[in-house]
T-cell receptor
Framework: KNEVEQSPQNLTAQEGEFITINCSYSVGISALHWLQQHPGGGIVSLFMLSSGKKKHGRLIATINIQEKHSSLHITASHPRDSAVYICAVTLTSSNYKLTFGKGTLLTVNP | EAGVAQSPRYKIIEKRQSVAFWCNPISGHATLYWYQQILGQGPKLLIQFQNNGVVDDSQLPKDRFSAERLKGVDSTLKIQPAKLEDSAVYLC????????????FGQGTRLTVV
């Protein structure tokens, strides 16, 4: 079992829809990261969380430390949001190594 | 602030050839990571440096892969000889190397081995 599990693996939405991507982890972490990767592109850090909730524009990330679960929400989705969204965690035991989920491929259709 | 620089962006080689990738991290970042991302999968850590020392290379196939960060700044990752299954995007990332600090990623090098 992977230390970081994401769901769904693939997600297709219509423009304007509210989107949720989930991430669960099974280990002790010092931080959780949400990353965005466009096709052929590098990775961009969206959020880093250790507790609570963060918001940036139409993106909201939440984390529940007790349940070892985080969600990434996109409000009023747009085709330019189409990308792979990756959840990664910094393990408390690992010299700040990032452990990644497999990613969620989001496609937003106009 | 300049980001993490990687070169080349794309590389196509034949199997059994050698290849090298270069990474220049963000200035002042002590930690440098090399990740391998095979199509459809999440990145897998190959090696992590703290300054010029290796922190974790447990998943680096040492019979063919090598990496160095001699002066604790930029780094090179080499594959020799390459195999077909090495086709992937090789991502470099850097961070301050402290708890709860973000990692910043380069654009990656897409390697195709034919």
């Amino acid at each position: 079992k992977n230390e970081v599990e994401q769901s769904p693996q693939n997600l297709t939405a219509q423009e304007g829809e509210f989107i949720t991507i989930n991430c669960s982890y099974s280990v002790g972490i010092s931080a959780l990261h949400w990353l965005q990767q466009h096709p052929g592109g590098g990775i961009v850090s969206l959020f880093m969380l250790s507790s609570g909730k963060k918001k940036h524009g139409r993106l909201i990330a939440t984390i529940n430390i007790q349940e070892k679960h985080s969600s990434l929400h996109i409000t009023a989705s747009h085709p330019r949001d189409s990308a792979v969204y990756i959840c990664a965690v910094t393990l408390t035991s690992s010299n700040y190594k990032l452990t990644f989920g497999k990613g969620t491929l989001l496609t937003v259709n106009p | 602030e300049a980001g993490v620089a990687q070169s080349p962006r794309y590389k196509i080689i034949e199997k059994r050839q050698s290849v090298a990738f270069w990474c220049n991290p963000i200035s002042g970042h002590a930690t440098l990571y090399w990740y391998q991302q095979i199509l459809g999968q999440g990145p897998k850590l190959l090696i992590q440096f703290q300054n010029n020392g290796v922190v974790d290379d447990s998943q680096l196939p040492k019979d063919r892969f090598s990496a160095e960060r001699l002066k604790g700044v930029d780094s090179t990752l080499k594959i020799q000889p390459a195999k077909l299954e090495d086709s992937a995007v090789y991502l470099c990332a850097s961070s301050l190397g402290q708890a709860n600090t973000e990692a910043f990623f380069g654009q990656g090098t897409r390697l195709t081995v034919v």
